[in-house]
């Protein structure tokens, strides 16, 4: 158990501490699930990534009440490092290096099964996007085109390869 600390405020809205800091003792970090106490104060929490995020997308993600039915439904969620459902959490707690920092928007494959089942309405798959771009919008690369080997793009198709590039680099 965390030690209790002073509410928070994020976005007009005011949490109290423990309602903060339990469900989120549990990331998984580079495929590994494990417990990560993880301090949420005032000073963590980035307003802008929030505000970002939620433009982006144009979605409410305050709207999000921790179902987990987006996980469920989605068909990589078994590849994925952390569920859809804490993305949705640590972007409301405004937790960019973390959220920019998992993999998981970019092994989202944008189905669109989350947002067809989610109870609250949110199209969770415009909020990956919003995370993906805005990882990619510092400069990150999750491949090298040029390392691409030749095998591989004399078999793909070239739309797949296409679409591949401008999911996964800047
Ligand atoms: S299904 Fe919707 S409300 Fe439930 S955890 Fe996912 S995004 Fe949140
Ligand atoms: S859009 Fe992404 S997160 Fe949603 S169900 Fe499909 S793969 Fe999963």
């Known amino acids: 158990m ?3 600390t002073a509410p928070v405020r994020a976005c007009g809205l005011v949490y ?11 990331l998984n970090v580079k495929g590994k699930r494990k417990n990560m106490p993880i301090e949420i104060s005032e000073k963590t929490i980035k307003h802008e990534f929030i ?3 939620s433009q982006l997308s144009g979605q409410d993600i305050f709207k999000c009440f921790q179902c ?4 469920g439904a989605c068909p990589m969620s078994g590849q994925m490092e952390t569920l859809p459902r804490r993305i949705m959490r640590m972007a409301q707690l405004g937790m960019e290096e973390n959220v920019s920092g998992s993999e998981t928007s970019f092994t989202c494959a944008s189905c669109h099964t989350c947002s067809a089942n989610c109870p609250r309405g949110i199209d969770l798959a415009r909020v ?7 990882t990619l919008r510092k400069n990150v690369n999750k491949i ?7 095998e591989t793009v004399r078999e793909l198709p070239q739309i797949a390869l296409v679409s591949c590039f ?3 680099t800047s």
């Open 128 to 134: 990956m996007e919003a995370v993906r771009l805005l």
């Open 68 to 71: 987990g039915t987006c996980g």
């Open 166 to 168: 401008r999911k996964l």
């Open 51 to 53: 505000e970002k995020v």
């Open 144 to 150: 090298n085109p040029s390392k691409v080997p030749a």
């Open 16 to 26: 109290p501490a423990r309602a903060l800091t339990e469900p989120l003792c549990f």
């Open 2 to 4: 965390l030690p209790e």
